[in-house]
């Protein structure tokens, strides 16, 4: 008898810890719960009426035909190309700001005209010596900081080398920001530019998959599925930064940027290989030799990151540079 | 202690005690119209944070160069804050230092509200929220976001054990007071765990107050040394120090303890408790303050003198900025008024007298939230490389209607969490007050006195 | 800052003059290039082969001959249908596909000489009264066409190219013929050393690069080419030869490092983090044992 009311005490009293121990997460979970409401309301929200092929009015789950594919192509993306070591080397000499890179860029991952994942800077590296235009893509560095700090694994380096971003991961925090020394990395502070079009193909994709109209359906898949290896469909609220063109280098082309140089600034290949290819010549050369010949440096070496992206000094340049050095609007006020 | 004090003579001075502190538990009408102004306010700002989710947080100043503004400037500083629970339930209270006893509560209700609050400021910062859960299923154990979340609820989980271990024998001794409602009644019987205030509970209770003291300290210094390192894990200027992790815990106890100062204040006034947050009290607690001050200073001379000294490129164009340029009146003001005039008027006795003090520590407090702003978004402002072909917005960050308004909502949290939890529970500790007025068994007596 | 602003719009425009002004310099064509003709009569299979190719590399910004659709750049591209274009040379529109200038990119890296005849070739097709000159002759050796065989040597570590010219399935080696030998790589060929020309034997030799990486057993592949492509043609030779350092360098994510996923992440934090946590939970149970200490002796309190 004693021992049964114990029992029932100590249960009692376990339920009475217990109790504490929730409110201690109270808040945590409020926050979690509204979040997955707020989620779930937007897959409600996703819910779409269609026709089907009975004729008949079904309500159709918006998000489901896309999300299979997403894992598939955001594993291969995680991946990357086997043996490869992707490199990049830009040849400050022959660079005259012509922007074509910054052009093709942005038109390729569907960016504003204020966002980039490559920006042609106007240096100047102390008062006396001279100015010089450095395009400035993401250093894709061995030791990257960003992929350090991230939380969730949005952002990763892949065996190639290259550093990407699953931006159906991404929750926003933007540290990886903050650790970038390069500034390498935008931030979707409102709905990305294309975002309108990208929801009416998502809309119609779901409609033709309700009225059981396959072939259609696989054209416009393409627009409607996230490619990690592209970043596109962007996404508000999350990160995004040059990718070396990750899906281009599956097909083996070069990256946009590269191909759309029209001044042979850029050279692109696989150390692996020991060879660079220019993006305007096309011409083949051995990047060791290049480095050697050209004494090709990393940006801030001194930060120990490792980048991926090498330079060539901009010495004999092809260009004047304008009188008016542009560098005073820098930061440094 | 007094042991011949007579049996009477205790149950009149316990009385008293539990008069006092009794009759600030429960609704009233003053808490009414003060959580009704709090709740419409609250639900204004919630008007703004649901814009930010509609628009996405480009409602915000804060853009691709300055990405951290005022929301992480804030949870900084409420995490900062937190800390005064550690600081005065540990390592005064290990210590052995006898005045904490009334205010030891009072500390540990601001370090929940503020620990607990300081969660929603992050998430109000993610471009994400609702992936929240992310960081749960996908952590990466590298980053310090994971260990700062770990840290955060370790730090409010002990906190509340630390708030309620002390108070089960006032819920017992509460728990048949007429001056409750009867379901608050029911609520502390339940609470108190069966507390007869025997000597091995007494001594049960101590070791695991004592035990839960010691975690406190190392769990508290790892919350606030982790949210530096949010910081000084980046290659930045202005933030790429190694002292980065003392600066903050020593910013912290400044904050801290003035934020306490403040809540006594209103507490003493309010709930009319000047016989127990005396003067003497505030004078000890002012003392305490011009203390961790003065390490914060010294901190501070460190942090500027030794960079200023050599005028590395990027430290020379950051230190500029703050020292004469774009956010040198915020720098000066900070330092002056937040910090240098405060310590120099604290050394006098008059200044710390309650009204005086106050009045110091909301100069301390409001400065110690710029400190904040200071610290995160001017090294922003000076990347390595050159902020070009971007507009003019990105360069320079400027806080926005909205953003200011969901800060404040995170400020009317803290501020319902302590007026709820001081509203609920005894706010002054009932049996330490009678132990050292050398009244035996406060349990006994009181439930004698209710029956 | 708006100050800032305009100079920095007075600048560009500046600069564009700059380039505008460099994009708009007049072709400098050599003479001999100038008059350098066909290596063969067009035919019209020729032509349609160079339609496939001008449809890939040309309609983007040349657009459709003779529809007058090129693309909206400074300067406009010609259109190759127009009585500007019918009007130059060859040998002029031979050097301007191969060697580019401004917009035009080159195409003597991504073209083979044939093609770019052959775009010669299917351009003319648009040129009505085009008469073709006389092709230019090869006089430098006997044969009609010449064939090309790469070996490796393995224990001189040299590459051997032999040349030979065949006239009426007689074989007979080729002097004096420009050769070079270039490797696959994954955006192009690169080429190995300097060009090198064939001895009297038809020979050329070609030193092994030290250290080139080659794929993950070590082998090459590789392609001898001549040099003088308008005078043989696109000849060429080529082979795997195990000539290279076998490349299997690990994965860049496969050491533990800090930016590695959570399962790679420094020994030292995978196991601090969790023990730091496991203590404090365990701290924290333990709390939570005493508390039901409290719990039982109230129970034996009130029982006394």
């Given at each position: 008898m004693e021992e049964n009311t114990n029992k029932h005490n100590s249960r009692r009293e376990f339920l009475q810890k217990m109790g504490l121990i929730a409110s201690g997460t109270i808040m945590g979970g409020a926050a979690m719960y509204a979040g997955f409401k707020f989620e779930k309301a937007k897959k409600t929200e996703s819910k779409i009426k269609a026709l089907s092929a009975e004729h008949q009015l079904i309500e159709v789950d918006g998000h489901h035909p896309v999300q299979d594919k997403l894992t598939e192509l955001q594993m291969q993306g995680r991946e990357g190309l086997k043996g490869r070591r992707w490199v990049m080397v830009i040849d400050l000499a022959k660079c005259?700001?012509?922007?074509q890179c910054m052009k093709a860029c942005q038109g390729a991952h569907d960016l504003r005209p204020e966002q980039h994942h490559i920006n042609v800077l106007q240096m100047?590296?102390?008062?006396?010596t001279a100015p010089y235009f450095m395009p400035k893509p993401c250093?894709?560095?061995?030791?990257p900081p960003c992929v350090s700090v991230c939380p969730v694994d949005a952002t990763f380096k892949r065996d190639d080398g290259i550093v990407l971003i699953d931006n159906e991961r991404c929750i926003g925090c933007r540290f990886c920001v903050a650790a970038c020394p390069y500034s390498a990395r935008i931030f979707h502070w409102h709905e990305p530019l294309k975002n309108q079009e990208y929801e009416e193909n998502k809309e119609r994709y779901s409609q033709l998959i309700a009225e059981g109209n396959t072939q259609e359906a696989e054209e416009l898949e393409k627009k409607v599925t996230y490619d990690v290896e592209l970043n596109v469909p962007q996404r508000k609220g999350t990160i995004s930064k040059c990718l070396f063109s990750a899906d281009r280098l599956r097909v083996g082309k070069l990256p946009y940027c590269v191909s759309a140089c029209p001044n042979g600034v850029y050279y692109f290949g696989d150390e692996n290989e020991d060879a660079v290819t220019n993006g305007t010549t096309k011409e083949t050369v051995q990047l060791s030799a290049l480095l050697r010949d050209n004494a090709g440096y990393r940006l801030m070496e001194d930060l120990g990151t490792k980048p991926r992206v090498y330079y060539l000094p901009?010495?004999?340049?092809l260009f004047p540079f304008p009188e008016e050095s542009l560098t005073n609007t820098e930061q440094h006020s | 202690m007094d042991s011949t004090l007579p049996v009477d003579a205790q149950k009149s001075a316990l009385k008293k005690i539990i008069d006092d502190v009794a009759r600030n538990i429960g609704i009233n009408k003053k808490f009414h119209a003060w959580m009704g102004f709090l709740t419409l306010l609250l639900f204004v700002c919630l008007y703004a944070y649901y814009i930010q989710l509609r628009d996405?947080?480009?409602?915000?100043?804060?853009?691709?160069?300055?990405?951290?503004?005022m929301y992480i400037a804030n949870f900084v500083f409420f995490v900062a804050s937190s800390l005064i629970g550690m600081l005065i339930t540990a390592v005064l209270g290990l210590s052995g230092v006898k005045w904490i006893t009334p205010v030891a509560r009072i500390a540990e209700i601001i370090a929940i509200g503020f620990a607990a609050v300081a969660g929603l400021v992050i998430v109000s910062d993610m471009g994400r929220p609702e992936r929240l859960v992310y960081v749960f299923i996908y952590g990466r154990i590298q980053s310090p976001i994971l260990w700062d979340v770990t840290v955060v609820t370790t730090y409010v989980l002990i906190s509340l054990i630390l708030l309620y271990l002390p108070l089960i024998p006032d819920l017992k001794i509460l728990s048949r007071n007429p001056m409750l409602p009867k379901w608050l009644q029911k609520t502390y019987e339940l609470l108190s765990i069966n507390w007869k205030g025997t000597n091995e509970q007494y001594q049960l209770l101590h070791k695991a107050i004592k035990i839960m003291s010691v975690l406190i300290v190392p769990v508290a210094l790892a919350i606030h040394t982790v949210t530096s390192w949010l910081f000084a894990s980046t290659s930045r200027v202005g933030w790429d120090s190694t002292i980065f992790g003392p600066y903050f815990v020593t910013g912290a106890f400044v904050a801290g303890t003035a934020f306490l100062i403040i809540a006594m204040y209103f507490f003493r006034k309010n709930y009319k408790l000047h016989d127990y947050l005396t003067d003497f009290h505030f004078d000890k607690l002012g003392k305490l303050l011009v203390l961790v001050s003065l390490v914060y200073l010294y901190f501070n001379i460190n942090e500027f003198l030794v960079p200023a000294y050599k005028l590395k490129a990027h430290d020379a164009v950051h230190l500029k900025a703050l020292f004469s340029g774009h956010h040198a009146p915020m720098f000066w003001s900070v330092q002056l008024f937040g910090l240098l005039i405060p310590i120099v008027l604290m050394l006098f006795k008059k200044f710390r007298k309650p009204l005086p003090l106050m009045l110091i520590s909301l100069f301390v407090v409001i400065g110690s939230w710029f400190k904040r702003y200071l610290i995160v978004v001017p090294t922003q402002e000076h990347p390595f490389l050159p902020i070009q072909?971007?507009?003019?917005?990105f360069k320079l960050y400027q806080p926005t209607l909205i953003e200011t308004a969901i800060t404040v909502a995170s400020f009317v949290l803290v501020l319902m969490i302590i007026t709820v939890l001081s509203k609920a529970f005894p706010i002054i500790t009932i049996w330490e007050t009678a132990h050292e007025k050398g009244i035996h068994e406060p349990e006994k007596l009181s439930i004698d006195k209710a029956e | 800052m708006n100050r800032i602003n305009i100079l920095i719009i007075l600048a560009a425009i500046f600069l564009n003059f700059s380039l505008w002004a460099q994009e708009t310099k007049p072709w400098d064509i050599p003479e001999d290039q100038a008059n350098k003709t066909a290596p063969a009569m067009f035919t019209p299979d020729m032509a349609k082969v160079g339609k496939d190719v001008y449809l890939k590399t040309c309609t983007s910004c040349h657009g459709d001959p003779g529809k007058n659709n090129q693309a909206k750049l400074n300067p406009v591209p010609s259109d190759l249908a127009s009585p500007g274009v019918a009007s130059q040379s060859d040998g002029t529109l031979h050097y301007k596909i191969v060697h580019g200038k401004g917009l035009m990119p080159a195409f003597k890296n991504t073209l083979s000489a044939t093609d770019i005849w052959n775009v010669i070739a299917y351009i003319r097709s648009f040129h009505t009264g085009y008469v073709q000159p006389e092709p230019r002759v090869i006089k430098t050796f006997g044969g009609s066409s010449l064939k090309l065989t790469l070996e490796f040597l393995k224990d001189e570590l040299k590459f051997k190219v032999l040349a030979v010219g065949v006239k009426d399935e007689i074989e007979t080696p080729a002097e004096g013929v420009e050769l070079a030998i270039f490797t696959n790589r994954y955006f192009g060929k690169l080429k190995l050393g300097e060009s090198k020309t064939t001895n009297a034997q038809g020979e050329a030799f070609f030193d092994v690069p030290e250290g080139l990486p080659g794929n993950e057993k070590g082998e090459l592949t590789l392609q001898a080419k001549v040099v003088d492509t308008d005078t043989y043609g696109d000849v060429m030779a080529s082979g795997v030869f195990a000539a290279g350092e076998p490349s299997n360098k690990p994965g860049l994510t496969e050491k533990r490092a800090m930016w590695n996923v959570g399962s790679k992440a420094p020994w030292w934090i995978s196991l601090a983090y969790p023990l730091g946590v496991l203590a404090v939970i365990g701290t924290i149970g333990y709390i939570l044992l005493l508390l039901k200490k409290v719990y039982s002796q109230g129970n034996d309190a009130s029982e006394n």
């Open positions: 005259r700001n012509a922007r100047q590296d102390s008062e006396n250093q894709h560095c061995d030791n901009p010495k004999n340049r | 996405g947080l480009g409602v915000a100043g804060i853009r691709d160069y300055v990405s951290w503004g072909n971007v507009p003019e917005n | -």
